[in-house]
């Protein structure tokens, strides 16, 4: 574009586009897909403001035009091209995001993504940046095999997935150049001989079922419960207990006695209860 042409627009003209710079870039914050320009020319036009803007503020510091009205001039070329710089990053990533969808995710550049772009109302340049956007994702798509990856066509080559049947390998004596298996030898059953059972036991058991455990024998003489005793005074004649044992009596020994044994010296005084 030839930069004199600026000229030729008006200071309506001018202002016009400014205003369109802000109220774009509001439309266009939380759209997915680009808003429509109030002109086909946009970022021209954009251009010849911005150009009209740095003219003005060169005329004014030639013809030393107050510090304040030139500080005014500044800051507003500076909004302007924040808003501009803003703008470019919110359409771009809409155009970016509608090429993705439509040529990745659709394969069908922007038909059938409910989102389509009216193009008479989008700048050139926007359509030759979403065309690129568009080739990229379908190189991409080419590259990655995208068409295979999403089931879109089968592969030729059949692979048998999971586990291979267990007849696959009957017949085969080696597996990938592995040694065969060896073959488990039948196993033996062990007869196992009771060490405390004789001939004549074992015939027993077959014939009358499994014996029975013996019952624990029962004690004939159960003795009486004995109490114990510590001897309190000497004596020089020994006593004889009901087993016919010999105690002989002597002060501080302790003895367990029968309870008629324990009484008899307990009540003569040669003994006392002692504790258990």
């Known amino acids: 574009m030839d930069t004199d042409e600026h000229d030729t627009l008006s200071a309506s003209e001018l202002d016009r586009i400014e205003k369109a710079i802000f109220e774009v870039a509001r439309q266009q914050r939380g759209k997915r897909v680009p808003v429509s320009l109030p002109f086909p020319d946009f970022w021209d036009r954009a251009v010849h403001l911005v150009i009209h803007l740095e003219q003005e503020a060169d005329r004014m510091r030639r013809e030393g035009v107050g510090s304040a009205r030139l500080s005014t001039g500044i800051r507003r070329m500076a909004n302007i091209r924040t808003q501009i710089r803003n703008l470019a990053n919110l359409r771009l990533n809409a155009l970016t995001s509608h090429a993705v969808i439509g040529s990745l995710l659709e394969g069908g550049g922007s038909r059938g993504n409910g989102n389509s772009i009216e193009w008479s109302r989008m700048d050139p340049k926007e359509r030759a940046f979403h065309s690129e956007v568009s080739r990229g994702v379908d190189r991409f ?130 003994a006392e209860l002692a504790d258990v």
Not at 249 to 268: K, R, V
């Open 141 to 270: 798509r080419n590259q990655a095999s995208w068409d295979v990856l999403m089931g879109i066509e089968e592969s030729g080559v059949e692979e048998a997935i999971g586990v291979p049947e267990l007849n696959q390998f009957e017949n085969e004596k080696e597996l990938d150049g592995l040694a065969p298996l060896p073959v488990p030898a039948p196993e033996k059953e062990v007869e196992w001989n009771d060490p405390e059972m004789d001939e004549e036991d074992r015939i027993r058991t077959i014939d009358d079922g499994y014996p029975e455990a013996p019952l624990s024998p029962i004690p004939q003489d159960v003795k009486p419960d004995l109490v114990r005793i510590r001897i309190i005074e000497d004596s020089d004649d020994p006593i004889i207990d009901e087993e016919g044992n010999e105690i002989r009596i002597i002060e501080g020994d302790f003895h367990l006695c029968s309870a008629t044994m324990s009484e008899t010296l307990i009540s003569i005084g040669l």
